[in-house]
């Protein structure tokens, strides 16, 4: 195992199991890349003036080595033991920051079962509670209403607009920032969702 995968933990919440991203992946993310082009295509960031194919290991090669330089969770989300969806908490921030950043997806066959909820909830969980940080953030295209409905069901409070923000889709797009602090959740993300406790008006945009 490398050094980067062993930073991150894998973690099972019934039929979803989350665990490192692996140079083995390789061949069925690509598989589940392709397969759902359509459907990621409008939401995944891209490199502003770079046409060319993404490159599915040199992808997975970088994310681990942000993960052993502590700056990345790259999580791949299993569902009934498939390659599902990918969930990676990235730009983590220690210090007098001690924020992330956190992206993800899913296959189209798995949508709408609660699947990215979830893990967005145990991910964060895992970086209050285990790496000690304070802030996680979330930043969604207002076009994407099932993302801004993840961010809705768990109480991510609204933050603002960030105008041009991410290079998304081959352009610069405006983004929705949301975000939770320790503060906002002592009973913990999954717990406060599960246990019915979430106020989604915090969410709602100007
Ligand atoms: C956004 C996304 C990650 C949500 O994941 P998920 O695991 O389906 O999340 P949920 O099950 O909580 O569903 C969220 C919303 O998606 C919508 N949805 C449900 N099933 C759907 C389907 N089959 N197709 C499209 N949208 C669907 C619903 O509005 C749902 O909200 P609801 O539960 O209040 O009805 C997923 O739609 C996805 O991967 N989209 C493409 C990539 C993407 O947008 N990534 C995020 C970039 S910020």
């Known amino acids: 195992m490398s ?9 099972d919440d019934g039929v979803l199991r989350m665990r490192s991203i692996r140079t083995r992946d390789a061949r069925e993310l690509e598989r589940v890349l392709l397969d759902n082009r359509p459907w990621l295509q409008p939401w995944e960031a891209t490199l502003p003036g770079n046409q060319g194919r ?3 290991r040199g992808s997975i090669r ?5 993960a052993a330089a502590r700056t990345a969770l790259p999580f791949i989300l299993e569902y009934e033991g498939a390659l599902a969806g990918q969930l990676t908490v990235s730009s983590i921030q220690y210090g007098a920051v001690s924020s992330a950043t956190l ?7 798995v949508a709408g079962r609660g699947i990215t909820p979830t893990a967005v909830a145990v991910a964060t969980d895992y970086c209050f509670r285990t790496i000690g940080l ?7 295209r207002p076009e ?3 993302s801004l409905r ?18 998304i889709d081959g352009d610069w797009r405006d983004h929705y920032c949301f975000a939770l602090v320790q503060e906002d959740v002592p009973e913990g993300v999954l717990n406060r969702w599960r246990n019915g406790n979430v106020d989604e008006s915090v969410a709602a945009r100007d």
């Open 3 to 11: 050094t980067g995968a062993a930073f991150v933990p894998t973690i």
């Open 54 to 56: 993404w490159n599915v």
């Open 62 to 66: 970088s994310l681990l080595d942000q």
């Open 103 to 109: 992206g993800y997806w899913v296959a189209q066959s």
């Open 134 to 140: 304070h802030r996680m953030e979330i930043c969604i």
């Open 144 to 146: 994407n209403l099932a």
């Open 150 to 167: 993840v961010v809705e069901k768990l109480g991510f409070r609204y933050e603002g607009k960030r105008d041009r923000y991410i290079h």
